[in-house]
């Protein structure tokens, strides 16, 4: 999986057949955001499936005359809670392994191979349906495969943002990125919801045979370094050249730099603290992720209860509030400067949305749509920008002095921890439901006051620099460069 140095053999396959000159920079960073967009979309898309599936596995509490053994019996979501929190413990642990390995590898051939084995895996749950397979350690054992697999992705995707974008409205850039995340839900939702009528293993096939096909648009057309298509490292002392072409950019550059320890990341100021908040902020987001359907089917909503394909369909407006909590975040903690004031004053803000999501959800279906949007804007806003900017920013920290190589290591451990964080949440909710939803609601209420709590020491640091210094270069450059393009 190594690079190359001689030729073109650096370069992606598909745009050596397509590219009939050489592109701009400008044209490659679109090219990377959109593929990237597309490929995470993919990895959220294959997640909703079990979401939405879990009415139909355990019919016990929601009316339906059958469901698919081990998951019909009394212990039935007590089942689903497990196997949710084996593939997201799979997937947090993964996570330290891959980003190492994303700082090491080639990351369009590790990403590309992490897609496959993702959708493999995926259809291989699916398949347990048409094989009449009821036996609890296959779906358990294939949902374990599916997420090491699909730890690949999210240290790998904004490790390739890292390399192509420097710091300058970063936040914005990945707020507008980062839409992928619920743009992966909602299609995830849509899909499986769509063909749940043929068969549940239908809604496991359909996005599984997608993030294959994501991982070949990955092989044949992402180019995961600068270098590859011979422009200069983006992270270069010289701003103003960046946009350079060089014949003598070595396009092994990257991967020789010495990627660094676990450890050493762990090191970076800012790194413990933004990603203990995120353990609180996934455990949030990721209960929503798994169990809103299953909560909305359970739901009396304006005097009824809809069924599970309209709980699916309905669960993806979460996700459009998340697509706007995600720019505004980034938004906003560009113009402030400011990202941990920024992540707690939407974790604190979340906490009375949420309670008025339970108490008033059930009013009526108007009432619960505006209120669950308002809910997903304000607990997707923060748990998008730790994940984005405020990675990308700690993995090109000054104490690094430049070495890019520690992009996918530094996400690994902040979205790792914070994935910890999302197998617990469902874990939980699979226990806590069979007592009531008011106890699940207050460990998400809970959870999103530690989230916002973690990051007071940071907060205390951003207003004291704020109110008793003056604007550092940075800030005066970041400023400075408000009126130009969003890509330059």
Same mark, same amino acid.
């Given at each position: 999986?190594?690079?190359?140095?001689?030729?073109?053999?650096?370069?992606?396959?598909?745009?050596?057949?397509?590219?009939?000159? $050489?592109?701009?920079?400008?044209?490659?960073?679109?090219?990377?955001?959109?593929?990237?967009?597309?490929?995470?979309?993919?990895?959220?898309?294959?997640?909703?499936?079990?979401?939405?599936?879990?009415?139909?596995?355990?019919? $016990?509490? @929601?009316? %339906?005359?059958?469901?698919?053994?081990?998951?019909?019996?009394?212990?039935?979501?007590?089942? =689903?809670?497990?196997?949710?929190?084996?593939?997201?413990?799979?997937?947090?642990?993964?996570?330290?392994?891959?980003?190492?390995?994303?700082?090491?590898? +080639?990351?369009? =051939?590790?990403?590309?191979?992490?897609?496959?084995?993702?959708?493999?895996?995926?259809?291989?749950?699916?398949?347990?349906?048409?094989?009449?397979?009821?036996?609890?350690?296959?779906?358990?054992?294939?949902?374990?495969?599916?997420?090491?697999?699909? %730890?690949?992705?999210?240290?790998?995707?904004? %490790?390739?943002?890292?390399?192509? /974008?420097?710091?300058?409205?970063?936040?914005?850039?990945?707020?507008?990125?980062?839409?992928?995340?619920?743009?992966?839900?909602?299609?995830?939702?849509?899909?499986?919801?769509?063909?749940? +009528?043929?068969?549940?293993?239908?809604? /496991?096939?359909?996005?599984?045979?997608?993030?294959?096909?994501?991982? =070949?648009?990955?092989?044949?057309?992402?180019?995961?370094? *600068?270098?590859?298509?011979?422009?200069?490292?983006?992270?270069?002392?010289?701003?103003?050249?960046?946009?350079? !072409?060089?014949?003598?950019? *070595?396009?092994?550059?990257?991967?020789?730099? !010495?990627?660094?320890?676990?450890? $050493?990341?762990?090191?970076?100021?800012?790194?413990?603290? /933004?990603?203990?908040? =995120?353990?609180?902020?996934?455990?949030?987001?990721?209960?929503?992720?798994?169990?809103?359907?299953?909560?909305?089917?359970?739901?009396?909503?304006?005097? !009824?209860?809809?069924?599970? !394909?309209?709980?699916?369909?309905?669960?993806?407006?979460?996700?459009?509030?998340?697509?706007?909590?995600?720019?505004?975040?980034?938004?906003?903690?560009?113009?402030?400067?400011?990202?941990?004031?920024?992540?707690?004053?939407?974790?604190?803000?979340?906490?009375?949305?949420?309670?008025?999501?339970?108490?008033?959800?059930?009013?009526?279906? @108007?009432?619960?749509?505006?209120?669950?949007?308002?809910?997903?804007?304000?607990? @997707?806003?923060?748990?998008?920008?730790?994940?984005?900017?405020?990675?990308?920013?700690?993995?090109?920290?000054?104490?690094?002095?430049?070495?890019?190589?520690?992009?996918?290591?530094?996400?690994?451990?902040?979205?790792?921890?914070?994935?910890?964080?999302?197998?617990?949440?469902?874990?939980?909710?699979?226990?806590?439901?069979?007592?009531?939803? @008011?106890?699940?609601?207050?460990?998400?209420?809970?959870?999103?006051?530690? %989230?916002?709590?973690?990051?007071?020491?940071?907060?205390?640091?951003?207003?004291?620099?704020?109110?008793?210094?003056?604007?550092?270069?940075? &800030? &005066?450059?970041?400023?400075?460069?408000?009126?130009?393009?969003?890509?330059?």
């Amino acid at each position: 999986m190594s690079r190359h140095s001689d030729g073109t053999r650096g370069i992606p396959p598909g745009i050596l057949l397509v590219r009939g000159k $050489e592109w701009s920079l400008s044209t490659y960073r679109y090219m990377v955001l959109l593929i990237t967009f597309f490929a995470y979309a993919c990895y959220h898309a294959s997640r909703k499936p079990t979401g939405i599936v879990k009415s139909v596995l355990c019919p $016990e509490h @929601n009316r %339906a005359r059958h469901g698919w053994s081990p998951f019909n019996g009394h212990d039935g979501t007590s089942k =689903l809670g497990e196997m949710d929190v084996a593939f997201l413990a799979c997937y947090s642990l993964g996570m330290y392994v891959a980003g190492h390995l994303g700082d090491t590898l +080639d990351l369009r =051939l590790f990403l590309t191979s992490g897609m496959v084995g993702s959708g493999i895996f995926m259809g291989l749950f699916g398949m347990g349906y048409f094989w009449n397979i009821h036996e609890f350690w296959f779906y358990l054992s294939m949902q374990m495969i599916a997420g090491m697999f699909q %730890a690949t992705g999210w240290p790998s995707v904004v %490790a390739v943002i890292g390399n192509w /974008f420097g710091k300058r409205k970063r936040g914005l850039i990945m707020g507008i990125w980062n839409a992928h995340t619920s743009v992966g839900n909602i299609s995830g939702s849509l899909l499986a919801a769509s063909v749940l +009528d043929y068969g549940w293993g239908w809604s /496991f096939l359909v996005p599984g045979a997608l993030i294959i096909f994501g991982g =070949l648009i990955v092989y044949f057309f992402l180019a995961a370094y *600068p270098e590859d298509v011979g422009f200069s490292s983006i992270h270069s002392d010289d701003e103003e050249a960046q946009g350079n !072409k060089s014949v003598d950019v *070595p396009r092994e550059g990257s991967v020789t730099k !010495k990627s660094i320890g676990l450890l $050493e990341a762990c090191m970076i100021p800012g790194v413990i603290p /933004f990603a203990l908040c =995120l353990f609180f902020a996934k455990l949030v987001a990721y209960t929503f992720l798994y169990w809103l359907p299953f909560y909305l089917t359970q739901t009396d909503i304006g005097g !009824k209860y809809i069924s599970v !394909k309209s709980a699916g369909n309905l669960s993806t407006l979460f996700d459009v509030g998340g697509i706007f909590g995600g720019i505004l975040a980034g938004y906003i903690s560009d113009k402030l400067n400011a990202r941990a004031l920024t992540a707690a004053s939407f974790m604190y803000a979340a906490i009375p949305s949420m309670l008025l999501y339970r108490r008033y959800g059930s009013v009526s279906m @108007n009432t619960n749509i505006g209120l669950m949007m308002v809910t997903g804007l304000l607990v @997707n806003g923060p748990y998008a920008l730790i994940t984005t900017a405020v990675s990308a920013d700690l993995g090109t920290h000054s104490s690094l002095r430049g070495d890019s190589r520690a992009l996918a290591t530094v996400t690994a451990i902040i979205d790792g921890t914070g994935s910890v964080g999302a197998s617990l949440g469902p874990l939980l909710t699979g226990f806590l439901s069979e007592a009531g939803w @008011n106890d699940v609601f207050l460990m998400l209420i809970l959870g999103a006051f530690i %989230a916002g709590l973690l990051l007071s020491r940071m907060i205390i640091a951003e207003i004291t620099e704020k109110t008793g210094r003056p604007l550092s270069t940075e &800030q &005066q450059n970041s400023r400075a460069s408000a009126s130009q393009p969003l890509l330059e």
